[in-house]
């Protein structure tokens, strides 16, 4: 059976859910997007998420075509529609359709505001227990990836090298240093039991889960250090790991088919997977 979509202002069959092809999302990749796990009917760290989808149409000089608890009542009407238990929101808000292709920002053209669900089961994911292999691939993104903007393009090709590999995921490397994953936060553990994961800054997306998971770890004495870090140094580290809201935490177990350690899921990744999954669980609305 179709799912439930939201299309500005409307809630309609997924099959139904339609926009204009004038639509500058789909034009010039004009739009902002986020995704919000869903853990027992409830969305997982969704304030992050709304507060850096805030920064992002700001950044762009996007405005919301609705207030943000208005935002949060659609999610959770969009949520109680598809009697979703497990999965994600996604949304996504653009700078509406004109009546042409010009550039420049349009005027009095109500921004376009779509939702829609998916059923994923993300705590008892199989790649958790098994962990997943990433490639590497060359960062060619532009230089305000702060912004979680849809022209995600150089990811779309960096995931379907993965996917050809037989990868989970793509760490995307920049001046010898990882950047991030296609779709997730990277981290290594050090020898010496220094979890890292670059700073924030426009060279990567502010991971809601990435600071979340700081956090967790910090609050637990666990050492933190936010600075790049190679592919070379990962593949010496006891251990590494991905996060990001579709996957939580999530062990990678092998780079560029080089195992990481004995290319099995450590013990911290598996920890900070839990300790971020009783976390979702206790805090989510
Ligand atoms: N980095 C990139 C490039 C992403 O696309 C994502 C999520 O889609 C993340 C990191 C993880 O962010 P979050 O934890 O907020 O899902």
């Known amino acids: 059976m179709d799912s439930i979509a939201y299309v500005n202002g409307s809630f309609v069959p997924l099959s139904e859910a339609k926009v204009s092809i004038l639509d500058r999302g789909f034009l010039f990749a004009d739009g902002i997007y986020e995704v919000s796990a869903v853990l027992d009917g409830k969305l997982v760290d969704n304030a992050s998420h709304l507060a850096r989808l805030e920064r992002s149409v700001g ?3 996007l405005p919301l075509p609705e207030n943000i608890d208005r935002i949060i009542e659609i999610q959770k009407e969009l949520v109680a529609r598809n009697k979703l238990e ?3 929101v996604y949304l996504e808000v653009t700078r509406g359709a004109d009546k042409g ?4 920002f ?3 053209v109500k921004p376009t505001l779509i939702m829609f669900t998916s059923v994923k089961d993300i705590v008892n994911a199989e790649s958790a227990r098994k962990g997943i292999a990433v490639i590497t691939v060359p960062d060619i993104r532009w230089t305000r990836r702060d912004i979680k903007s849809v022209a995600l393009l150089a990811q779309v090709l960096g995931k379907q090298a993965a996917a050809e590999a037989g990868a989970g995921e ?3 490397i920049e001046d010898g240093k990882v950047t991030e994953g296609g779709s997730s936060s990277a981290f ?6 220094v979890i890292v994961t670059r700073q924030n800054g426009s060279e990567i997306l502010p991971g809601c889960t990435r600071k979340a998971v700081v956090k967790l770890a910090e609050e637990r004495q666990l050492r ?3 600075r790049a870090f190679s592919v070379d140094e990962a593949l010496k580290a006891k251990e590494a790991f991905i996060t990001s809201a579709s996957l939580f935490v999530q062990p990678v177990v092998s780079i560029d088919g080089k195992t990481v ?3 099995k899921p450590g013990p911290m990744a598996t920890r900070l997977r839990e300790i971020y999954v009783d976390f979702a669980r206790a805090t989510a609305t």
């Open 86 to 88: 497990n999965g994600l």
């Open 188 to 193: 290594i553990l050090t020898q010496d039991d």
């Open 106 to 108: 349009p005027k009095g």
């Open 101 to 104: 292709r010009d550039f420049a």
């Open 261 to 263: 350690a004995d290319g």
């Open 59 to 61: 950044e762009i000089s």
């Open 170 to 172: 793509a760490w995307m």
């Open 224 to 226: 933190v250090e936010e």
